[in-house]
């Protein structure tokens, strides 16, 4: 489904202002992708990469300056001085091998020049506050001709050492109305040893590296092993004893555990006392942590203090939790179940399983934006980007027409389940402010007007919707605490900046749908620091994107696996043997994961199987094992040695489970206390086994479910 609505639009400056954009190639084709890059090299010697600039996007805007030309390559990456042309780059960021020193150069293939008038001038990044058009008019009657490549400032993230590289393929003559534009180089980057080392290449490159990875010996390489000290997933409880010391509390944060067990994470549950945040995570990184969830709100889990240097003013977030190197680039994602009660946490797991259990979530944006131009214009960018992942975009723009209203918007969302709801603009803590022609707010109180069987991941990229230290529930707690809305939200704890906003907005979908950062936790963090590494490497924009990063909050699990694609089903067979099971998906399905987990919820094993048939021993009479793959649906087993009976369970859209769905297989044997419930609007599927279905506890089907036995 591709909906889309062509606007017009004013800049809401001191002046009017219009725009139009257009393609303009320097290769004679029209295929409209900016840049095409062929890696040449990438080890521990060096890393090259043939660029090849086809053409650049022109956006004319024209006000009571003149007219102007805003120039892209299809990327955030520009020059920033502000008033001074704002000129693309390409950006990378480039990992540097140990106790290696880095050199960059650029090696020039071809010039091509265009006729062009008045490049568009950088603006403040304060937009929501200052709306003032600025432009220097000494720069522009000279010839401006930037450095072609710039390094940024070294940093470490996970251990490993890397820079920014910034080429500006550029040279601009305002004089002449000429844009020279450099459509073929070659980045050379070398690295040349200070000592010899033993290096160890990593395949992955985390979704943030350009170039591969490499690293001394094993450091940082985990064992997925049942040794009580190494885990990858760290939880922090911090809650009222009349919450966390119940029964309840521990039995659906052990269903949550054993889930995230069946999605190949080994957890850790940790209750602080007076304990700073930030040295629990840094006690605990030697023990191979990649992800910390705190489940409790800013009373007994505080918001940590950082200073934002564009506004002179403290602001709070979780971000810091995850910055053990002392950094700007957060090591470790912090996510947040922000709750006051038990039924608050009782529906975050839900939804968190239901989300990532769920085959009916389509690969769908809703992409809203405030009336006032910047903000239209991102959501455009995200829109008409060309990605590796395809995707439909659902546009609700405020300035589109007096139709477009929190109605339109709700209807909407009550129709279809769209899998991320973007939102871009001005924000309160409990709205979305004034986003529409009609002066209308979408507030906290819009979550009753949608569908109570549907959730999405909601980025909402504007000021104060995270603020969980605020007198008032944020709409971050209102929607995710409740049994429907959100399963995550993304928003800031206080006021941010429009530009670097933009930017982060942007970059979050290319990093999900290009680079298949699909982990919520990861895709926020990645996010931010492509985008400080993109604003540091000019230098002049000063801080805004490390102070934007500080300031989002990362409301819900961070592990969270967000689809990219239709859900897929995964068909297979299980063979047990006397010491070992064999499990076979068929030819079509290879590269998956296996996860064998406790029924106390540990993770014993995860194998990661390269063919479709994989064999592993038996670890226990009794335990649960899946089959993971992104954008397939999970495929879980129980397996019990003294009866030898191996069962699974298939079920459908929102299913509502008071015992964990993997608590019920074929047999349906229900050995854990709660009832089982199906609510309504919720179909449940069973598969039955040889010996019927036996349901051992209490079982309710309540009016308007469907509960069927096959």
């Given at each position: 489904m591709?909906?889309?609505f062509?606007?017009?639009?004013?800049i809401f400056?001191?002046?009017?202002?219009?725009?139009?954009?257009?393609w303009?190639s320097?290769?004679?084709?029209q295929?409209?992708?900016?840049?095409?890059?062929?890696?040449l090299?990438?080890?521990?010697?060096?890393?090259?990469?043939?660029?090849?600039?086809?053409?650049?996007?022109?956006?004319?805007?024209?006000?009571?300056?003149?007219?102007f030309?805003?120039?892209?390559?299809?990327?955030?990456?520009?020059?920033?001085?502000?008033g001074s042309?704002?000129?693309?780059c390409?950006?990378?960021?480039?990992?540097?091998?140990?106790?290696?020193?880095?050199?960059v150069?650029?090696?020039?293939?071809?010039?091509?020049?265009l006729?062009?008038?008045f490049?568009?001038?950088?603006q403040?990044q304060?937009?929501?506050?200052?709306?003032?058009f600025?432009?220097n008019?000494?720069v522009?009657?000279?010839?401006?001709?930037?450095p072609?490549v710039?390094v940024?400032?070294?940093?470490?993230?996970?251990?490993?050492?890397?820079?920014?590289?910034?080429?500006c393929?550029?040279?601009?003559?305002?004089?002449?109305?000429r844009?020279?534009?450099?459509?073929?180089?070659?980045?050379?980057?070398e690295?040349?040893?200070?000592?010899?080392?033993?290096?160890?290449?990593?395949d992955?490159?985390?979704?943030?590296?350009?170039n591969?990875?490499?690293?001394?010996?094993t450091?940082?390489i985990?064992?997925r092993?049942?040794?009580?000290?190494?885990y990858?997933?760290?939880?922090?409880?911090?809650?009222?004893?009349?919450?966390?010391?119940?029964?309840?509390?521990?039995?659906?944060l052990?269903?949550?555990r054993?889930?995230?067990?069946?999605?190949?994470?080994?957890?850790?549950?940790?209750?602080?006392?007076?304990?700073?945040?930030?040295?629990?995570v840094t006690?605990?990184?030697?023990?191979?942590?990649s992800?910390?969830?705190?489940?409790?709100?800013?009373d007994?889990?505080?918001l940590?203090?950082?200073?934002?240097h564009?506004?002179?003013v403290?602001?709070k977030?979780?971000y810091?939790y995850?910055?053990?190197?002392?950094?700007?680039?957060?090591?470790?994602?912090?996510?947040?179940?922000?709750?006051?009660?038990?039924?608050?946490?009782?529906?975050?797991?839900?939804?968190?399983?239901?989300?990532?259990n769920?085959?009916?979530?389509?690969?769908?944006?809703?992409?809203?934006?405030?009336?006032?131009?910047?903000?239209?214009?991102?959501?455009?960018k995200?829109?008409?980007?060309?990605y590796?992942?395809?995707?439909?975009?659902?546009?609700?723009?405020g300035?589109?027409?007096?139709?477009?209203?929190?109605?339109?918007?709700?209807?909407?969302?009550?129709?279809?389940?769209?899998?991320?709801?973007?939102?871009?603009?001005?924000?309160?803590?409990?709205?979305?402010?004034?986003?529409?022609?009609?002066?209308?707010?979408?507030?906290?109180?819009?979550?009753?007007?949608?569908?109570?069987?549907?959730?999405?991941?909601?980025?909402?990229?504007?000021?104060?919707t995270?603020?969980?230290?605020?007198?008032?529930i944020?709409?971050?707690e209102?929607?995710?605490?409740?049994?429907?809305?959100?399963?995550?939200?993304?928003?800031a704890?206080?006021?941010?900046?429009?530009?670097?906003?933009?930017?982060?907005?942007?970059?979050?979908?290319?990093?999900?749908?290009?680079?298949?950062?699909?982990?919520?936790?990861?895709?926020?963090?990645?996010?931010?620091?492509?985008?400080?590494q993109?604003?540091?490497?000019p230098?002049?924009?000063?801080?805004?994107?490390?102070?934007?990063?500080?300031?989002?909050?990362?409301?819900?699990?961070?592990?969270?696996?967000?689809?990219?694609?239709y859900?897929?089903?995964?068909?297979?067979?299980v063979?047990?043997?006397?010491?070992?099971?064999?499990?076979?998906?068929?030819?079509?399905?290879?590269?998956?994961s296996?996860?064998?987990?406790?029924?106390?919820?540990?993770?014993?094993?995860?194998?990661?199987?390269?063919?479709?048939?994989?064999?592993?021993s038996?670890?226990?009479?009794?335990?649960?094992?899946s089959?993971?793959?992104?954008?397939?649906?999970?495929?879980?087993?129980?397996y019990?040695?003294?009866?030898?009976?191996?069962?699974?369970?298939?079920?459908?859209y929102?299913?509502?489970?008071?015992?964990?769905?993997?608590?019920?297989?074929?047999?349906?044997?229900?050995?854990?206390?709660?009832?089982?419930v199906?609510k309504?609007?919720?179909?449940?599927?069973?598969?039955?086994?040889?010996?019927?279905?036996?349901?051992n506890?209490?079982?309710?089907?309540?009016?308007g479910a469907?509960?069927?036995?096959k």
């Open positions: 591709k909906r889309l062509i606007f017009a639009s004013a400056f001191h002046f009017s202002s219009t725009f139009s954009q257009e303009v320097l290769n004679g084709k295929q409209r992708e900016a840049v095409n890059m062929t890696v090299q990438s080890d521990a010697l060096g890393y090259k990469v043939k660029v090849t600039v086809n053409g650049l996007y022109d956006e004319t805007v024209q006000n009571e300056k003149g007219t030309h805003s120039l892209s390559l299809g990327r955030v990456e520009r020059l920033l001085t502000m042309p704002a000129l693309p390409i950006n990378q960021i480039i990992a540097i091998p140990p106790d290696a020193a880095m050199s150069s650029v090696e020039e293939d071809e010039w091509k020049d006729e062009i008038g490049v568009y001038p950088a403040s304060f937009l929501a506050e200052n709306k003032v600025h432009i008019d000494t522009y009657q000279h010839s401006f001709i930037p072609i710039r940024g400032k070294e940093s470490t993230w996970r251990g490993i050492r890397h820079a920014g590289v910034s080429v393929p550029f040279k601009y003559y305002p004089q002449e109305n844009l020279s534009v450099l459509c073929s180089y070659t980045l050379k980057v690295f040349s040893q200070k000592q010899i080392t033993s290096l160890q290449k990593i992955s490159r985390f979704g943030l590296f350009d591969t990875v490499y690293r001394k010996g450091q940082n985990v064992s092993s049942s040794n009580e000290e190494n990858d997933y760290l939880i922090i409880v911090g809650l009222p004893d009349s919450i966390k010391n119940t029964t309840q509390f521990q039995e659906k052990k269903q949550f054993i889930w995230k067990a069946l999605k190949g994470f080994k957890t850790k549950v940790i209750t602080p006392f007076q304990t700073d945040i930030i040295d629990i006690q605990e990184r030697p023990n191979g942590i992800y910390v969830l705190l489940i409790g709100d800013s007994y889990l505080p940590k203090p950082t200073w934002d564009g506004h002179n403290q602001i977030g979780d810091f995850g910055c053990v190197q002392g950094t700007v680039e957060a090591d470790i994602p912090i996510g947040r179940f922000s709750i006051a009660s038990f039924a608050d946490f009782e529906n975050m797991v839900d939804k968190t399983i239901q989300y990532e769920n085959a009916h979530v389509d690969p769908i944006a809703m992409l809203i934006a405030h009336k006032e131009y910047p903000y239209p214009n991102c959501c455009e995200i829109d008409t980007t060309h590796a992942s395809p995707y439909d975009f659902w546009t609700a723009y300035n589109d027409g007096n139709y477009v209203t929190n109605q339109y918007v709700t209807d909407e969302m009550y129709t279809f389940h769209y899998n991320i709801i973007n939102y871009r603009g001005h924000g309160g803590v409990n709205s979305w402010s004034n986003w529409n022609n009609s002066g209308e707010s979408f507030t906290s109180s819009e979550i009753n007007n949608i569908d109570s069987r549907k959730s999405s991941i909601y980025f909402s990229i504007a000021c104060n995270g603020n969980i230290a605020s007198d008032s944020c709409m971050l209102t929607f995710t605490r409740s049994d429907h809305g959100a399963v995550a939200f993304i928003g704890t206080n006021t941010t900046d429009t530009g670097a906003n933009n930017d982060y907005d942007i970059i979050l979908f290319r990093k999900l749908l290009n680079d298949s950062v699909y982990r919520l936790g990861n895709l926020n963090i990645l996010s931010h620091i492509q985008n400080i993109n604003y540091v490497i230098y002049e924009s000063g801080y805004t994107a490390s102070d934007i990063a500080f300031a989002y909050l990362c409301g819900g699990d961070p592990t969270l696996e967000l689809w990219t694609a859900p897929t089903r995964i068909n297979a067979t063979t047990p043997a006397i010491n070992s099971i064999t499990v076979n998906t068929g030819s079509n399905l290879t590269g998956y296996l996860n064998i987990v406790s029924v106390n919820g540990d993770l014993l094993d995860s194998v990661y199987c390269s063919s479709s048939t994989c064999t592993f038996i670890p226990a009479d009794k335990f649960y094992f089959i993971n793959k992104h954008n397939y649906v999970p495929y879980v087993y129980y019990d040695r003294i009866t030898n009976e191996i069962s699974n369970v298939t079920f459908t929102n299913a509502y489970y008071r015992a964990s769905p993997f608590e019920m297989n074929n047999g349906i044997y229900v050995d854990y206390s709660g009832p089982v199906i309504p609007y919720s179909r449940l599927y069973i598969k039955n086994g040889s010996e019927g279905v036996f349901i506890r209490d079982f309710k089907c309540e009016k469907i509960f069927e036995v």
